[in-house]
């Protein structure tokens, strides 16, 4: 029961975290990005890769040592549709995460480098994407919450 409660809260907490990096990530990558903010935005990308490998860790620990026990979730096509939805948005955080590291190693290179307009906006637009179908996962998540 603790253990059930203690998993919920810390997959409730990393999931706003999450989101709150994605949001942090739209609002530093502008046209205006300097070398700092380009250093900073791949800390924070970094940061983004690490919470969303708990919330993997913390999610499926509720699978298995959650109350409804893993039968439960194995069979529930919510679960399986949230899965897919979280595995399309870590699929298209990729593109943005090699374009920062990217960006990162050339300015280090040749100083005065910064991505142009239409690299920043290609890459906005995985973000707002990515931001998108995220709100499909809490949907799910209810829907599979209640045998859906
Ligand atoms: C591998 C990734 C994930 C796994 C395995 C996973 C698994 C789970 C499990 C087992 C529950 C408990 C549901 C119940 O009470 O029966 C849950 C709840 C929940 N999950 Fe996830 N989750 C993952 C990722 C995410 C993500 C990325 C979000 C982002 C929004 C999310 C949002 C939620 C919400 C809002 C609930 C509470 C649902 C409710 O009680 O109404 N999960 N998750």
């Known amino acids: 029961m603790l253990t059930d409660l203690l998993l919920a809260i810390a997959h409730h907490l990393l999931i706003f975290i999450l989101f709150a990096i994605l949001a942090v990530e739209l609002v530093w990558l502008k046209r205006d990005i300097t070398r700092d903010g380009l250093r ?23 699978v298995f040592f959650g109350l409804k026990g893993y039968e439960y979730y194995v069979e529930s096509h919510s679960f399986w549709a949230k899965m897919v939805a979280f595995l399309i ?16 190693r050339r300015a280090a290179r040749e100083p005065g480098f ?9 890459v906005r637009r995985y973000l ?16 599979m919450a209640r045998g859906y």
């Open 89 to 104: 948005v870590g699929l298209l955080s990729i593109k943005p995460t090699l374009a920062i590291l990217a960006w990162n």
């Open 128 to 143: 707002h994407i990515e931001a998108t179908i995220f709100l499909l996962i809490p949907i799910f998540a209810a829907a």
């Open 40 to 62: 900073r935005l791949a800390k924070v990308d970094m940061a983004y890769g690490i919470v969303a490998g708990l919330i993997v860790i913390i999610g499926v620990s509720r």
């Open 114 to 122: 910064l991505p142009s307009a239409a690299e920043i906006s290609g």
